[in-house]
């Protein structure tokens, strides 16, 4: 396997998926009322490197066919802070928003042509409008927290997305924030928290700290599993590792988003795939 931080080709393998999978992206069936509820997904998005890796690409690629192709996408990103509550902009093919720094020129000319997604962000705003005031950016468009997730799971950028600040980094606002979103999945919405199960880069330094990110990792699964809303809420005095495996709170609490979004905790809940990727948990879940 190649090292994603040294590719021969940058972004290679994001234009080999790209190659192979999108005529059949292109016909992927739209949802239908008959569908039911889009279940919510907790996503682990990577940096540019994600685009690096053929394993990671496919399958966020996977999960994406594995359900209907949703109305639109609202999405919550680990990099995008704002009170009161903000909406990205909506326009078609609005410029992406380049929020690292480091890389090779190449990832700073990817694309993501996502369609107009007004209509969408007048529905979201109409979920929320009752309980606070919300603010529509003009110009920042999809961060890599949002584009680099989308790019995989939905490479003909055919469906409309909007991304939704955090209104803060407490646990407990985003479970909030998820359970006023909830109503959108039966409308063919699809609800993403992107984040990262475990985001340590002192592990990058000490190897042997990967111990403390695998159970962290163990610890979220088993947490959900059970339904134990406030152990995760309370997930730094309740987690093993959790001073390792999130030194800030902004990768981990777009989980809670997911499972606030989610029709019951503990029920309904899958791994669409979860690995350790450079001593981190990659895992992803999603909710019913």
């Known amino acids: 396997m190649s090292d994603p931080f040294n590719p021969k080709v940058p972004a290679g393998a994001y234009d080999a ?3 192979d999978v999108l005529p059949q992206a292109r016909e992927q069936r739209l949802w239908e009322p008959a569908d039911g509820p889009l279940p ?12 690096d890796d053929a394993d990671w690409l496919r399958d966020l690629y996977t999960w994406g066919q594995s359900m209907p192709k949703p109305r639109g996408i609202v999405i919550v990103s680990a990099h995008w802070e704002n009170a009161p509550l903000a909406i990205s902009a909506s326009a078609a093919g609005t410029e992406l928003y380049y929020d690292f720094g480091g890389f090779h020129p190449r990832y700073y000319e990817l694309k993501y042509r996502s369609p107009d997604a007004s209509a969408l962000a007048h529905q979201v705003a109409g979920s929320l409008a009752d309980t606070e005031p919300l603010h529509q950016f003009v110009n920042r468009g999809l961060d890599h927290g949002a584009f680099i997730p989308m790019m ?5 950028a055919d469906v409309p997305v909007i991304q939704l600040s955090m209104p803060s980094m407490n646990p407990a606002a985003l479970l909030k924030l998820g359970e006023r979103l909830r109503s959108l999945r039966q409308e063919g919405i699809l609800v993403i928290g992107s984040g990262f199960m475990t985001h340590s880069f002192a592990v990058f330094r000490h190897p042997e700290l990967i111990g403390h990110n695998q159970a962290f990792d163990t610890w979220a699964v088993d947490a959900m599993a059970r339904g134990d809303v406030d152990a995760l809420v309370d997930y730094r005095a309740k987690a093993p590792g959790a001073q390792v495996a999130h030194p800030t709170a902004d990768h981990f609490v777009p989980l809670l988003l997911t499972l606030g979004a989610a029709s019951a905790p503990g029920q309904g809940i899958e791994t669409a795939f979860g690995r350790m990727v450079m001593g981190n948990s990659i895992r992803s879940m999603q909710m019913a």
């Open 40 to 51: 919510s997904l907790f996503v682990s998005h990577g940096a540019p490197p994600t685009l």
């Open 152 to 156: 995989a799971m939905y490479p003909a």
């Open 17 to 19: 998926l790209l190659a």
